[in-house]
């Protein structure tokens, strides 16, 4: 097969309940292709990493027959829980594929449900990562294996362990609708889940992971890769960030084109859009220079797809999730889309419905389809901290059961806070959460309260 060399660098999201391992996993991912590839060949950018696709190869040790015409994989290690949903391109998620990680001690936690839902609604394909396998009692270590070949060498009684453990996974998938299996049981990776038990410690079943991966990109999205389009740059802002002697900084993850010294760039804050000259680009040095005085390395320009720090004037209010464009040509119609991207919603208003608000278009977008898969109808969904505006104008629903506002992640203003202590101010049921299906139950059951 020939190679195509307009295919992108497909970018995966690690998502995870805290503490479950995300950041391990791609250290070892970044510290294992170092050694086992060419000098050079593995490029560590901001807030994400680059594994090219012969590091993958050298690592999984098994791909020689397969056709592969991806350059690579771009991690990112999302910085926050909501990360995910925040993280947008092309009016949809940024991820074109994710990394699920479940501590397979722990199982799942409120993170690891949500996080689920989200990649469902966005139709993301995914794998689940088990992780922190070594900490099975009795587990023999065999450094950097695939994990069956470490696994049929473990005893009887932590193979059944193991075991136990992945069919706990497997169940509670089962009961959110998911067909799953460990990886080495699924016939049809498109259908079913594959669970691939590893460790981000000795690096047992990583190479499987690779190769999953790499599986899924070559045959479910070959289509949407192709869609590169060469020129300006575009970008999801990853973090805004304080550096010391560079003042307010943007974390960006470039998905198309080039970015340059010089360019002229457009971002949203939480009122408008900034423009502004592009003063440096930074990357981070490699591991081994971590002692020179300054932390970054200067460059000129980036071609897509790659992670980068970018400084600038007038950076300050710039949010997490923004979009982020090089101007060439009209300045206006790059600023719109932008005040596009960042108020229009991809979803169904219903005619009848409750009222949601939510930090970011992405956070109110997921919290929006799964109260569609519930059947419940969203009259009204905008991002924004709630004011005392949005409970007047929620009081006017008729039907007592809609005249609800959900707040997700956003705080309640002041003057809203104030009102809703006082049933003679307001009729309204104000629920707040920070994880969705939570504050979905809270409403349900308060609304299935009101029935009996
Ligand atoms: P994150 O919050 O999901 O990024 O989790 P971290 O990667 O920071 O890991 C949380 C803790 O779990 C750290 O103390 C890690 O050393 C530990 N940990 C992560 N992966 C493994 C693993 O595979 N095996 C073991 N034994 N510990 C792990
Ligand atoms: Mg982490």
């Not at 960042?342 to 109260?371: F, P, Q, R, S, Y």
Request: aromatic residues 6%; glycine residues 8%; hydrophobic residues 40%.
């Amino acid at each position: 097969m020939a190679e195509n060399p307009k295919i992108r660098t497909p970018i995966v999201c690690v998502m995870g309940h805290v503490d479950h391992g995300k950041t391990s996993l791609l250290d070892r991912i970044r510290g294992s292709s170092v050694v086992s590839s060419e000098a050079g060949a593995i490029t560590q950018h901001i807030g994400a990493t680059i594994v090219p696709i012969e590091a993958i190869r050298t690592m999984s040790g098994s791909m020689g027959k397969v056709p592969i015409n991806i350059p690579g994989l771009l991690f990112i290690d999302t910085p926050g829980h909501h990360a995910f949903t925040t993280l947008r391109a092309r009016g949809g998620a940024l991820a074109d594929m994710a990394i699920l990680v479940v501590d397979i001690n722990q199982g799942f936690q409120p993170q690891t449900i949500e996080a689920l839902q989200i990649l469902r609604n966005c139709k993301t394909p995914f794998v689940i990562a088990a992780t922190k396998i070594d900490r099975i009692h009795g587990w023999r270590v065999n450094e950097n294996e695939s994990f069956i070949s470490s696994f049929n060498k473990q005893n009887e009684r932590v193979k059944g362990d193991v075991e136990n453990k992945t069919y706990e996974i497997v169940g509670k998938l089962s009961e959110l609708d998911f067909s799953a299996d460990r990886f080495d049981r699924v016939a049809d990776f498109q259908r079913n889940l594959a669970i691939v038990p590893l460790s981000a410690h000795t690096g047992e079943g990583i190479p499987d992971l690779l190769l999953i991966m790499i599986g899924l990109a070559q045959r479910y999205m070959s289509d949407e890769l192709k869609l590169l389009v060469e020129g300006p740059g575009a970008g999801t802002v990853l973090e805004v960030k304080e550096e010391r002697g560079l003042g307010t900084t943007l974390d960006v993850i470039l998905y198309d084109g080039t970015l340059a010294v010089g360019d002229e760039i457009a971002v949203a804050t939480q009122v408008d859009v900034v423009v502004t000259k592009v003063r440096s680009l930074l990357k981070p040095r490699p591991m081994q220079e971590i002692l020179t005085e300054d932390r970054f390395e200067r460059v000129k320009s980036v071609a897509a797809a790659a992670g980068i720090k970018v400084t600038a004037p007038n950076l300050e209010g710039v949010i997490a999730g923004s979009p982020f464009f090089v101007i060439r040509g009209n300045r206006d119609e790059v600023t719109e889309k932008i005040k596009r991207e960042m108020t229009e919603i991809h979803v169904n208003l219903a005619e009848e419905g409750i009222v949601i608000k939510a930090d970011t278009i992405g956070a109110l977008e997921a919290l929006c389809k799964e109260l569609e898969s519930k059947e419940i109808g969203v009259m009204r969904a905008e991002v924004g901290p709630v004011s005392r505006l949005d409970l007047v104008e929620t009081e006017t629903i008729k039907n007592p059961a809609f005249r609800v506002l959900l707040s997700f992640n956003t705080p309640l203003l002041p003057d809203a806070a104030e009102i809703i202590k006082d049933p003679l101010y307001t009729q309204v049921k104000v629920f707040e959460g920070k994880v969705i299906y939570q504050l979905i139950d809270q409403y349900v059951e308060w609304r299935d309260e009101q029935k009996r």
